[in-house]
C-alpha cells in the first residue's frame, strides 16, 4: 500500500506503508540513535510528533514487552528508509510491523530519510501529514498545515499519571542484569525517599533512580507545592515530557513554591521547568536534538560526554538570572545542556542521564543527586 508523507511546506515523500492504515499529523522529526527504535516508540515526550529515523534498517530485532519506555506508543506516525523483513533476536516477541497495527500507528517505508533529515536541517522542523489514503499531495499539505503541532501545546496533561504511586515497592521491576553474566544484581538499600514528577517519564529513569537507592513516588504532573511538602520527601525530581515548556504554568509555580525548600534534579522538560521557575524563559530549536550522539561540555571539569537527547526546545542562557550557573553546553550549538542554582541544592540537565538507548557517559547524576541529598541532611 502506498504511504505519503507530506510536509506543511509543500515537499512530499513517496513510500510503501506498514503498520496501521490512516493517516496521522504531528511534527515531523527525526532521531539518529542506530538502535533502540521501540524505546523512542513508547517514550512519552514524542507525544504529538511523527518520528524518522536517521539509521537506515529499521525493525531486525523485533519488538518485546521488557522494551517499552511506557504502556503504549506515543509517536503519531513512523517513518524509515528500509523496514527488515525478518526479526531476529532471542528476546523478540513480534515485529515491528504487527507493533504499529496493534496500536494503530501509521509507519511508511521506502522513505528517503537521508533527504528528508537534509530538508528539516534546513528549513527547521515543520508540521507534517502521513496517510494512506488515496488523497492528492496538495490535500495531504493542507492537513499538514491546519493541524496540530508541538508550539504552544500542552501534552504533559496527556501523559502524567493520574494518581500518585510507589514505583516497585515490591523491587522486582528495578532490577538490573550484571554484566557479562545471566544473573541479576541486587538492589541497594533505599537510603532516600523522593517524589518524581510525572511530566512523561520514561520508566528506565524509575528503574535507575531504585538501582541508585532512591525509593520513588511518583505524582501526577499537575500537584502543587504544598502537596508535594506535606510528604516530607527527601527531594523532588523532575521528569522530561512532550510539548512546549512554556505553556506549563501549574509545573512553573509548583517548583517556585519548592525551591529552597527541598533539593531537587531536572532532566530534560523537568530542567526547562526549572529554567521558567528561574525567571528564565525558553527558545524553540531549529530543528531539535535527538539521539544518542550529542557531544556536551561540562564547562566545571571541561570533560566531554556523549549523550542521549530527545527535546526541541532549550533554556535561553540569556534570560537566566545572575544566580543560575550554566553548567553544561552542546558542542553542536552551543545551547544550555545543564545548570544548577548558586546559593540552592538545585540542578539540572537537558539530556538523559538513563540513556536508554544511547550511551551511559551521564549516568553518574542519579549518585550526583544522593550526594546533594545527603549534604542537605548534614
Request: glycine share 10%; charged share 25%.
Amino acid at each position: 500500500m502506498r504511504a505519503l508523507l507530506a510536509l506543511e511546506d509543500g515537499r512530499t515523500f513517496d513510500g510503501e506503508s506498514f503498520g496501521a492504515a490512516g493517516s496521522a499529523v504531528g511534527e515531523i522529526c527525526f532521531n539518529t540513535s542506530m538502535t533502540g527504535y521501540q524505546e523512542v516508540l513508547t517514550d512519552p515526550s514524542y507525544r504529538g510528533q511523527i518520528v524518522a529515523m536517521t539509521y537506515p534498517l529499521i525493525g531486525n530485532y523485533g519488538t518485546n514487552e521488557a522494551d517499552a519506555e511506557s504502556r503504549s506508543p506515543h509517536v503519531r506516525g513512523f517513518v524509515v528508509e528500509e523496514l527488515s523483513e525478518i526479526a531476529s533476536n532471542w528476546r523478540s516477541q513480534g515485529s515491528l510491523d504487527d507493533y504499529l497495527r496493534r496500536w494503530k500507528i501509521p509507519g511508511a517505508q521506502e522513505i528517503d530519510t537521508r533527504a528528508l533529515t537534509r530538508h528539516l536541517r534546513t528549513r527547521g522542523a515543520m508540521k507534517a501529514c502521513l496517510t494512506t489514503e488515496k488523497i492528492s499531495a496538495e490535500e495531504a499539505t493542507r492537513r499538514a498545515i491546519e493541524g496540530e503541532g508541538v508550539v504552544g501545546m500542552d501534552y504533559v496533561r496527556e501523559v502524567t499519571t493520574p494518581a500518585a504511586y510507589q514505583w516497585d515497592p515490591d523491587d522486582k521491576a528495578s532490577v538490573a542484569w550484571t554484566t557479562g553474566s545471566f544473573g541479576r544484581k541486587a538492589l541497594p538499600p533505599i537510603r532516600h525517599r523522593i517524589i518524581a514528577y510525572d511530566y512523561g517519564m520514561k520508566e528506565n529513569i524509575l528503574r535507575r533512580l531504585r538501582q541508585n537507592g532512591f525509593g520513588v513516588t511518583v505524582v501526577p504532573a499537575t500537584t502543587t507545592a504544598e502537596e508535594v511538602l506535606a510528604l516530607k520527601p527527601d527531594g523532588v525530581f523532575l521528569s522530561n515530557g512532550p510539548g512546549d515548556p512554556s505553556t506549563l504554568d501549574y509545573a512553573h509555580r509548583a517548583m517556585q513554591g519548592l525551591m529552597g525548600r527541598t533539593p531537587i534534579f531536572g532532566i530534560c522538560l523537568g530542567h526547562q521547568v526549572l529554567g521558567f521557575a528561574f525567571g528564565g524563559r525558553t527558545f524553540k530549536l531549529k530543528f531539535g536534538h535527538r539521539g544518542g550522539n550529542q557531544p556536551v561540555k561540562d564547562l566545571i571539569t571541561g570533560k566531554v560526554a556523549i549523550t542521549s537527547q530527545n527535546h526541541g526546545f532549550a533554556v535561553d542562557a540569556e534570560s537566566l538570572p545572575n544566580e543560575i550557573e550554566i553548567t553544561h553546553v552542546n558542542l553542536n550549538d552551543g545551547t544550555v545542556e545543564g545548570m544548577r542554582h548558586r546559593e540552592l541544592p538545585i540542578f539540572s540537565v537537558q539530556y538523559h542521564p538513563e540513556a536508554a538507548p544511547g550511551p551511559h557517559d551521564a549516568s553518574h547524576f542519579f549518585a550526583d543527586f544522593a550526594r546533594l541529598i545527603e549534604s542537605e541532611k548534614a
